[in-house]
């Protein structure tokens, strides 16, 4: 068993111009960028050849509303063999082709494990992480109580927005300086124990979409 060589995989996985590719204005304005089942079919032949991979439907159901294909892709002389999912949502009616769709999806996953437009999968997961970070971060925003002024009594030293408690002057740290850390950093007065946990919550959200990320690109890579 051998994989495709090196100059076989490059010519599979080479980009398309940018305008023979198709975008699908996506969520939270980032768009998706696609080829047509048609375009992976006619890269399989140009680059292999039309009698030289295969390529079929092992199952297929409805489940959940969501119609499913189970598929095999295979190109013989290379020794490889794929088997990929591929699904496609019912629409309100069904109109009888979804499960068409559900086989081009999974058609183009087989193709895309083999190269053929991994690199618009590879833009799409860093696409989703931005805009699920971003989100987190607006969320985040959303969470915190609105900071109208720096917090500057005289007479009171001023309280953490978490804990409530006095901020207080703390080693080389003055109480304005812990606040404006805190308000430039996290959008409100924080003492020192709560910043931290203030920055470990957002480094931990860094943290999650980025290992969203690597498993995102995991699967893309099959
Ligand atoms: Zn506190």
Redesign the pocket.
């Known amino acids: 068993m051998s994989e495709p060589t090196a100059d076989i995989y490059t010519a599979l996985a080479a980009e398309w111009p940018v305008n023979e590719t198709h975008t699908l204005p996506a969520n939270m304005g980032t768009d998706l960028t696609y080829i047509t089942g048609e375009q992976a079919i006619t890269r399989l032949n140009t680059v292999l050849g039309f009698n030289e991979w295969t390529f079929e439907i092992r199952e297929h159901g409805i489940h959940n509303g969501i119609a499913w294909v189970l598929g095999r892709f295979e190109i013989p002389s290379q020794g490889v063999v794929r088997e990929q999912f591929g699904a496609q949502k019912l629409r309100s009616t069904p109109s009888g082709d979804e499960m068409k769709s559900a086989a081009t999806d999974c058609l183009k996953k087989c193709a895309m494990s083999v190269g053929v437009g991994l690199y618009l999968s590879h833009k799409e997961t860093i696409a989703e992480a931005q805009a699920a970070r971003q989100q987190a971060r607006q969320e985040n925003v959303q969470r915190q109580a609105p900071v109208t002024a720096l917090p500057r009594p005289i007479s009171q030293p001023p309280a953490?927005a978490?804990?409530k408690?006095a901020i207080t002057p703390t080693g080389r740290f003055t109480v304005e300086s812990i606040v404006n850390t805190g308000v430039s950093k996290y959008g409100r007065a924080?003492?020192l124990?709560?910043g931290k946990k203030a920055q470990e919550e957002a480094r931990l959200t860094e943290q999650e979409v980025r290992e969203d990320l690597k498993q995102a690109e995991m699967q893309a890579a099959g």
Request: charged share 10%; proline share 0%.
């Open positions: 953490c978490d804990c408690q924080l003492c124990a709560c």
